[in-house]
Structures are given as structure tokens and as C-alpha cells.
């Protein structure tokens, strides 16, 4: 038995991966189709080994389609994902547009599996916030060990969180720095070349943008509501892969060599913790794989029961593409989907 899986937002960087996800895992599928707005129409993206022809979202019939991965930005998510739904076909969300509804499971697989279930009453399922990802999966085996009160985590995040335009824009303006040439900003705020920017998403009320809030809210939903969290989110010049500083307090005693022991037997967790020159993960050396990487583990003595550590994932990976096909997995492994066709 096989299954459909359409690719919405195919053209895109987390679409593509998405696509490349799907062949490298051998995810069950019959069928894959890449669809996209009609501006894309005609044009040709991989999977695996074939070329598939990008076909128009907006008259495509989802009702033969038993998974969409989502990948088309928030506004067109709250268009089309609940009448994808409605269709039959089980959206897995990549963007915020229901992260926050009580009636869509928030899930990374290796954090809240269970969860999933809920998936049938809108028949869509949220992929969390690329930064919020990562953290959950070092955060959870840490929690189940000594529980966690309070998270102070600064991230610093890669322009592929915001889009291939964003790529482009470091890129020019990097060439425009050495060339001595006029460095343009559209995206961000600010120049982004050999520059960090202390601002993701739009500002708040309380002073916090709400990327940082995005951290807070996910965290508290996928792993426990009485956790409390801060955050500080930053745009560094990284083209892949985000890095996090994260300083955690527990309710109970546990030491770096304790966390060490747990995080190396978590899923979905790497541990590269060497007390030497180049003994620990960065962004450049994490790209293209799919763990979540943790360095630099070690005591916090000026609180009680407290911890740093440095986390490092890709983000469009186990951020975004890889995170939602695990998703996709967990459905047909716990049988979860009823209308696999016949393999043709």
C-alpha cells in the first residue's frame, strides 16, 4: 500500500527540501506532487531521482491525496489548509498560521509523538517555529530527568529562516563589501553582512518580537505550560543553520556529566562535546544533516540546579522539511491514515 503526498510551496527552499526528504527517507508514496502558486506553473523541481512538473495549488483536487506538506507562507496556509482538510487530506503545516489553535496538535515527533492523534478534528497538524524545534528536542529528555523551570535562550539564526530572498540579499551584499559596491537592504532592517541583527518577526507591545514569543508560546505546548521561558532572537550572516545559547534551571540537581549521559541517548540528538580547540558543532559543519546538535554542556553556579549548553540544527531540515516528513511517518506507522490506494 502506498500513499499521495502533495508538496505545496515546491518551488520554495524548505519545499525543495521537503521534496528531497521525502526520496532520501523512501518515504511509502506512490505518488508525489509538487504544487505551487500559478506564477510557477510549468516549472521543474527534483525528487530523488525523477523531475516533476510544478502544477497549480489553486485547481488542484486533493480528494485522491492522503498527505500535503504545507510550505506556502502563513496567509496562504489560512486559505487552503482547512479546505485541504475538509477534502480528506491531512495537512502537515510548515508555517504559524495554527501553531496556537487548541484543536491543531503542535508536534516534533521526538517530543510529543502522542499528540498527534488530535489531528482528526481539523485534519490539519503544525510544524513548529524553525528555532523552537531544535531547543524541544534537547529540552525534553532534560525535562523527563529533572524537570525544568525557567529557559533563557539567545538564538542566532540563519537567513534561511527568512527565505530564499534573504539568501540572496547576504550573498549581494557580502559581494557588494568586497567589491566596495553599494550594499543594498530590502529584507532586513538593517544590514545583514558582517553584521548580527537583534530582530526576527514583528515587534510587540511588551518590547519582544514575536519570534521570541513564537519560542515561548510552542515550548509551553509541546512540553509543558509551567516552563518558563525567555528568549532573544538574532539574525546572524549564516546562510544555513541556527544556533542557540540556552541556560536552563531545574528543580532538581543535575550535573553536566548527567545531561551528557541523557542527551547522547536522546533521539534525534547529537552530542559533540569535546573541552578543546574545535570540540563542539556550528552552523557551517551542521548543514545538510539531521540532528540536533548539543556543545558545550556545563554548570551554571550562579543558580541553583543550573546548566548552559549550545544547540546548533539545521533549520530548514529538522526546522522545517525534515520535522514535518517525521510527521508524515509517525501517521503511517501508527496506521493513523485510512485511505493509502493500492500500489500501483
Given at each position: 500500500?502506498?500513499?499521495?503526498?502533495?508538496?505545496?510551496?515546491?518551488?520554495?527552499?524548505?519545499?525543495?527540501?521537503?521534496?528531497?526528504?521525502?526520496?532520501?527517507?523512501?518515504?511509502?508514496?506512490?505518488?508525489?506532487?509538487?504544487?505551487?502558486?500559478?506564477?510557477?506553473?510549468?516549472?521543474?523541481?527534483?525528487?530523488?531521482?525523477?523531475?516533476?512538473?510544478?502544477?497549480?495549488?489553486?485547481?488542484?483536487?486533493?480528494?485522491?491525496?492522503?498527505?500535503?506538506?504545507?510550505?506556502?507562507?502563513?496567509?496562504?496556509?489560512?486559505?487552503?489548509?482547512?479546505?485541504?482538510?475538509?477534502?480528506?487530506?491531512?495537512?502537515?503545516?510548515?508555517?504559524?498560521?495554527?501553531?496556537?489553535?487548541?484543536?491543531?496538535?503542535?508536534?516534533?515527533?521526538?517530543?510529543?509523538?502522542?499528540?498527534?492523534?488530535?489531528?482528526?478534528?481539523?485534519?490539519?497538524?503544525?510544524?513548529?517555529?524553525?528555532?523552537?524545534?531544535?531547543?524541544?528536542?534537547?529540552?525534553?529528555?532534560?525535562?523527563?530527568?529533572?524537570?525544568?523551570?525557567?529557559?533563557?535562550?539567545?538564538?542566532?539564526?540563519?537567513?534561511?529562516?527568512?527565505?530564499?530572498?534573504?539568501?540572496?540579499?547576504?550573498?549581494?551584499?557580502?559581494?557588494?563589501?568586497?567589491?566596495?559596491?553599494?550594499?543594498?537592504?530590502?529584507?532586513?532592517?538593517?544590514?545583514?553582512?558582517?553584521?548580527?541583527?537583534?530582530?526576527?518577526?514583528?515587534?510587540?507591545?511588551?518590547?519582544?518580537?514575536?519570534?521570541?514569543w513564537k519560542m515561548v508560546a510552542e515550548t509551553?505546548?509541546?512540553?509543558?505550560?509551567?516552563?518558563?521561558?525567555?528568549?532573544?532572537?538574532?539574525?546572524?550572516?549564516?546562510?544555513?543553520?541556527?544556533?542557540?545559547?540556552?541556560?536552563?534551571?531545574?528543580?532538581?540537581?543535575?550535573?553536566?556529566?548527567?545531561?551528557?549521559?541523557?542527551?547522547?541517548?536522546?533521539?534525534?540528538?547529537?552530542?559533540?562535546?569535546?573541552?578543546?580547540?574545535?570540540?563542539?558543532?556550528?552552523?557551517?559543519?551542521?548543514?545538510?544533516?539531521?540532528?540536533?546538535?548539543?556543545?558545550?554542556?556545563?554548570?551554571?553556579?550562579?543558580?541553583?540546579?543550573?546548566?548552559?549548553?549550545?544547540?546548533?540544527?539545521?533549520?530548514?531540515?529538522?526546522?522545517?522539511?525534515?520535522?514535518?516528513?517525521?510527521?508524515?511517518?509517525?501517521?503511517?506507522?501508527?496506521?493513523?491514515?485510512?485511505?493509502?490506494?493500492?500500489?500501483?
Amino acid at each position: 500500500m502506498g500513499y499521495k503526498v502533495a508538496v505545496v510551496g515546491a518551488t520554495g527552499n524548505v519545499g525543495r527540501e521537503m521534496l528531497d526528504i521525502l526520496a532520501e527517507r523512501a518515504f511509502p508514496a506512490d505518488e508525489v506532487v509538487a504544487l505551487a502558486s500559478r506564477r510557477s506553473q510549468g516549472q521543474e523541481v527534483s525528487f530523488g531521482d525523477k523531475i516533476l512538473k510544478v502544477k497549480v495549488l489553486d485547481t488542484y483536487d486533493f480528494s485522491d491525496t492522503d498527505i500535503c506538506l504545507m510550505s506556502a507562507g502563513g496567509e496562504a496556509s489560512k486559505e487552503w489548509s482547512p479546505r485541504i482538510g475538509q477534502q480528506g487530506c491531512v495537512v502537515i503545516d510548515n508555517s504559524s498560521a495554527f501553531r496556537y489553535d487548541s484543536d491543531v496538535p503542535l508536534i516534533v515527533p521526538e517530543v510529543n509523538a502522542d499528540a498527534v492523534v488530535g489531528f482528526t478534528k481539523r485534519n490539519i497538524i503544525a510544524n513548529p517555529n524553525c528555532s523552537t524545534a531544535q531547543l524541544v528536542v534537547a529540552l525534553k529528555p532534560l525535562h523527563e530527568a529533572a524537570t525544568i523551570k525557567r529557559v533563557v535562550v539567545s538564538t542566532y539564526q540563519s537567513v534561511s529562516g527568512a527565505g530564499k530572498d534573504a539568501m540572496d540579499e547576504l550573498f549581494s551584499q557580502t559581494r557588494a563589501v568586497f567589491t566596495a559596491g553599494e550594499v543594498v537592504t530590502k529584507k532586513f532592517t538593517k544590514r545583514i553582512a558582517f553584521n548580527v541583527i537583534p530582530h526576527i518577526d514583528v515587534f510587540m507591545e511588551d518590547g519582544y518580537t514575536k519570534e521570541e514569543w513564537k519560542m515561548v508560546a510552542e515550548t509551553k505546548k509541546m512540553l509543558d505550560p509551567k516552563i518558563k521561558l525567555t528568549a532573544t532572537a538574532v539574525r546572524v550572516p549564516v546562510f544555513i543553520g541556527h544556533a542557540e545559547a540556552v541556560n536552563v534551571e531545574f528543580e532538581r540537581p543535575l550535573s553536566p556529566e548527567q545531561a551528557t549521559e541523557i542527551l547522547r541517548n536522546a533521539p534525534g540528538v547529537l552530542v559533540i562535546d569535546k573541552r578543546e580547540n574545535g570540540g563542539y558543532m556550528t552552523p557551517h559543519e551542521a548543514a545538510g544533516e539531521d540532528a540536533t546538535y548539543i556543545s558545550r554542556i556545563r554548570e551554571d553556579a550562579t543558580v541553583e540546579n543550573g546548566l548552559n549548553f549550545w544547540c546548533v540544527s539545521d533549520n530548514l531540515r529538522k526546522g522545517a522539511a525534515l520535522n514535518a516528513v517525521q510527521i508524515a511517518e509517525v501517521l503511517v506507522n501508527r496506521k493513523l491514515l485510512n485511505r493509502a490506494r493500492p500500489a500501483a
